[in-house]
């Protein structure tokens, strides 16, 4: 056995060991430099085959041969874990200034943002806010409001009737319709709940409008009713002049001017001075005495006054909006005007 022919296969182990640029190339290596069939193997079991006087020193050459390339062998693993190490943790970073996929912020609908204001200016005094039926019996929809059977309204070049199963037997008051107003709930609400009142509706209403730059054939409303032993035309002007300017802004003005409705005697419409003009705003009145035995009230013992406003119009001279169908037609270029 020769000494420098050791040396040599050291040399050239070490050499591939410190080459190895991965584990799993490394542990190739391991099986080919140190295994039992490696070169050094090899010449350690030639030892017993060799001179006496020869053994012990080849013996010790190559055990510690064996040791030195284990060694690198061990060194060159921890050095190729910690580098791995490294580049998972290079890979992995996290580069947080790069724009991410952020998805754009929804936003109620003006429509559901006015409703919610005009319902909370009224919780603020006391109104309880309720909801009622969309399909609806024409009882409700006129006859318990003072309707008369031929009063235009009724007809279905303004209402949409529904058809039935049970159509053939409905007439007059039991037929179905749209309701054409939220006025409707006034007399749901009295007939559930006793004196005093004061409820405040906010939904949706249909009717046979054409579509038009202030017309749609569906549109919100919000109705008001306050019901209670001493109301007076005067509760009525307060509260709505006061609605008035917590919707629009202190220095809002308000005229009442003398109207008709059914269910409501006597009735005015509110107008609002805005921009140089002024707008009408809503409906009211004093709670007709016929909508409160209708609904089983007395009408000695209470009376009330009622309004209905229109939330698309609301809208439209608050933010200026010049077309109702912006509010149908979803373009985020304008309903994002409105966070
Ligand atoms: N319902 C009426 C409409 O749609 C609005 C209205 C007017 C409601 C007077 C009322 C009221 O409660 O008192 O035109």
């Known amino acids: ?188 609400f009295m007939e559930k709940h006793p004196p005093p009142v004061y409820v405040v509706v906010p939904g949706r209403v249909f009717r046979t409008d054409t579509w038009d730059a202030t017309h749609s054939p569906v549109f919100h409303q919000i109705e008001g009713l306050a019901v209670d032993s001493d109301i007076t035309f005067g509760d009525l002007k307060g ?11 202190e220095q809002t003005r308000t005229r009442f001017v003398p109207h008709f409705f059914p269910f409501t005697e006597p009735s005015a419409e509110m107008l609002v001075w805005f921009n140089g003009e002024w707008l009408e705003m809503l409906g009211c009145g004093m709670v007709d005495p016929n909508v409160f035995e209708a609904v089983g009230y007395d009408p000695a013992e209470v009376t009330g006054f009622a309004f209905g406003m229109g939330v698309e119009r609301l809208a439209m001279v608050k933010h200026s909006i010049r077309d109702i169908r912006h509010f149908y037609e979803n373009d985020l270029r304008v309903l994002g005007q409105f966070r």
């Open 1 to 188: 056995m020769d000494l420098r022919r050791i040396a040599r296969i050291v040399d050239t182990a070490l050499e591939r060991i410190a080459g190895a640029s991965d584990l799993a190339e490394l542990s190739v290596i391991d099986t080919e430099v140190v295994g039992r069939r490696s070169q050094i193997s090899v010449a350690r079991r030639g030892i017993g085959a060799l001179d006496p006087s020869r053994r012990k020193e080849a013996g010790r050459a190559i055990n510690q041969a064996i040791r030195s390339l284990k060694e690198a062998i061990e060194q060159r693993r921890v050095n190729l874990e910690i580098e791995a190490e490294n580049l998972l943790l290079e890979q992995d970073r996290v580069d947080v200034t790069l724009p991410y996929g952020r998805l754009p912020r929804g936003t109620h609908h003006l429509l559901t943002v006015t409703m919610n204001e005009v319902c909370d200016i009224f919780r603020c005094i006391g109104y309880q806010v309720a909801e009622g039926p969309e399909l609806e019996l024409a009882w409700y929809n006129f006859d318990a409001l003072n309707t008369p059977p031929t009063h235009p309204s009724r007809f279905e070049s303004d209402t949409m009737y529904v058809e039935s199963a049970d159509a053939e037997a409905r007439s007059g008051a039991d037929e179905l319709l749209l309701r054409t107003q939220t006025s409707p709930m006034q007399a749901r």
């Open 239 to 249: 509260t709505l002049a006061y609605f008035a300017k917590e919707f629009f802004g």
